[in-house]
């Protein structure tokens, strides 16, 4: 059984930064891909990144050039460090092992 843990969420001003934590429990191996998605309210849940075993990134176009994300396969962690915080990056953010498995979220509010 796997299970996924988000942290780092929270109230930030716009412009601020914040770097989201999801550690991975159970038979979870270094060649799945890992990502992040987010869901605002009243909106459906979104892609904002992923990664591959070999490090290959890929980022949305709304977070490309702020957000980094970033693994490691000896700990089985990935991260997301967000910069330069908009207002409409609120959402509740979810890790993710592909294909199937997703973590329970993290709150994080962007404040203008």
């Known amino acids: 059984q796997v299970q996924l843990v988000e942290s780092g969420g929270g109230l930030v001003q716009a412009g601020g930064s914040l770097r989201l934590s999801c550690a991975a429990s159970?038979?979870?191996?270094?060649?799945?891909?890992m990502g992040w998605y987010r869901q605002a309210p009243g909106k459906q849940r979104e892609w904002v990144a992923s990664?591959?075993?070999?490090?290959?990134?890929s980022y949305a176009n709304s977070v490309k050039g702020r957000f980094i994300i970033s693994r490691d396969n000896v700990k089985n962690m990935v991260y997301l460090q967000m910069n330069s915080l908009k207002p409409e990056d609120t959402a509740v953010y979810y890790c993710?092992?592909?294909?199937?498995?997703w973590g329970q979220g993290t709150q994080v509010t962007v404040s203008s």
């Open positions: 990664i591959i075993s070999g490090g290959s990134t």
């Open positions: 159970g038979s979870i191996f270094s060649s799945n891909a």
């Open positions: 993710r092992v592909f294909p199937t498995y």
